[in-house]
């Protein structure tokens, strides 16, 4: 295990030598917290003027939760058109999902762009790079229930609640698989150059 973590941390490293892999990981890392945020409500069009709320005891509220793995937001900040409730966790969510988003989509095109140095086909990289596309969806699902009309019992509603976690795993877990075969030996590192 310790041998795994170690080339899924060398296979990133590698991909983020690469100009393409730094500029994949920035994408992923500022383009995903906006999209988290918005999926669960706290970030969304409309706002007028400009203003800042924050609400008594911002550290008590801070902890509590509204549903599994999602927090109370402790402000609100108004700048037209944009209205964000800040909840500290939630974005602390968002940021390590963010990471791990921007590591799959820098693995992803390093091992897309030079398949052969890494000894997988050059779709594997792009397979990599899915569930970092599909997470968004995972916290909206009890809206896509309503949007599609499905009548969703509360065991149903419960299990979507922390279908943030299990997307945070699914993120690690495909690291650790393209690494697994882009790093299997240490003569075959992803090349740098690019």
């Known amino acids: 295990m310790r041998d795994g973590l170690r080339r899924t941390v060398r296979t990133v490293v590698d991909s983020l030598r690469r100009r393409d892999g730094r500029a994949a990981f920035l994408l992923g890392v500022v ?4 999209l988290y945020l918005a999926s669960i409500g706290h970030l969304a069009l409309g706002g007028r003027g400009r ?11 801070a902890l509590e939760q509204t549903r599994p793995f999602s927090f109370e937001p402790v402000a609100r900040v108004v700048v ?10 939630d974005v602390g ?19 897309w762009r030079s398949p052969t140095a ?11 790079g899915v569930p970092a596309l599909v997470t968004g969806a995972a916290c909206c699902g009890s809206t896509l229930l309503v949007a599609f009309g499905l009548g969703a019992s509360g065991a149903l509603l419960t299990a ?15 690291l650790g698989l393209v690494a697994r075969s882009a790093g299997a030996g240490a003569d075959r590192p992803i090349r740098t150059e690019g």
């Open 51 to 61: 203003s800042v709320q924050v609400v008594a005891d911002p550290f008590t509220r």
């Open 160 to 174: 979507i609640g922390y279908a943030t976690p299990v997307t945070g795993l699914l993120l690690v877990a495909s």
């Open 80 to 89: 037209d058109p944009v209205t964000l409730l800040v909840s500290p966790l």
């Open 31 to 34: 383009g995903y917290p906006p």
């Open 93 to 111: 969510v968002a940021l390590v999902l963010a990471a791990l988003v921007g590591g799959n989509f820098a693995v992803a095109v390093a091992v």
């Open 118 to 128: 890494c000894g997988v086909e050059g779709s594997a990289g792009l397979l990599a």
